[in-house]
């Protein structure tokens, strides 16, 4: 990875830059709550890229030590997700309210 040519360092950075502009975009105008999760995701596939775009020792560790943050954590949120979706029959955000009385 230290020894990449510059090139594709470069595309990983433009990538990431991108990745993280378009995930945000799509994410802020979903009411979807799975959609939601999923375009964060492509979100962060962004930061993921920048790191190892960066190509030094702390910018690579900071991307592989987020990878696995990410796919731990996110298939949680998918998982609490999938819950949700089962009690209240929507996932819809815009219809999901009192979560904590329905839950209990």
Avoid: C
């Avoid at 950075?13 to 799975?34: E, F, R």
């Avoid at 030094?56 to 030590?65: D, Q, Y």
């Avoid at 979706?85 to 929507?90: D, H, K, R, V």
């Avoid at 955000?93 to 009192?98: A, F, Q, T």
């Amino acid at each position: 990875m230290f020894d990449a040519p510059q090139i594709f360092l470069n595309i990983f950075l433009v990538l990431g830059t991108i990745s993280i502009i378009i995930g945000v975009i799509l994410a802020v105008g979903q009411w979807d709550m799975k959609r939601l999760l999923a375009y964060h995701s492509i979100s962060q596939i962004g930061y993921i890229l920048l790191g190892i775009g960066i190509a030094t020792p702390l910018g690579i560790l900071g991307a592989v030590f987020h990878l696995f943050n990410h796919a731990l954590f996110k298939s949680l949120l998918f998982y609490n997700a999938g819950s949700v979706e089962m009690a209240l029959g929507t996932r819809d955000l815009r219809k999901m309210g009192n979560l904590m009385k329905i839950l209990q």
